[in-house]
């Protein structure tokens, strides 16, 4: 599992309400962070909880792209999103490019 120990060591309770967006990586990659930033201001969570409900945002290659993460390398939610930001976001490319050459 990509989480470091600490991570992998936070119980996220029954009772939390975890925010209801997906990425399958046709989707707008920062429209994606922002929705789950504000879903998450809304309920609160620690950087730990942040990292395991974002990953349950993730579908289909994504989630095989996180999973491919090396195992304990992803050790805070800010390093998490610029993993992501780095893998989804090709600089001035379109969106047709994007899903050709990088999914």
């Known amino acids: 599992m990509p989480f470091s120990q600490v991570i992998m060591d936070v119980v996220i309770p029954a009772t939390f309400v975890g925010p209801k967006v997906t990425f399958t990586s046709m989707e707008d990659p920062e429209a994606h962070l922002t929705a789950f930033h504000t879903q998450m201001m809304l309920v609160g969570g ?5 990292c395991k409900l974002f990953m349950s945002t993730l579908v289909g290659t994504t989630m095989d792209w996180f999973i491919s993460l090396p195992d304990g390398h992803v050790t805070s939610f800010p390093q998490l999103t610029k993993l992501f930001r780095e893998h989804y976001i090709a600089i001035g490319l ?3 490019f994007l899903t050709i050459f990088l999914t």
Do not use: L, M
Not at 46 to 50: E, I, K, N, P, T
């Open 46 to 50: 620690s950087d730990a909880v942040r």
């Open 94 to 96: 379109p969106r047709p």
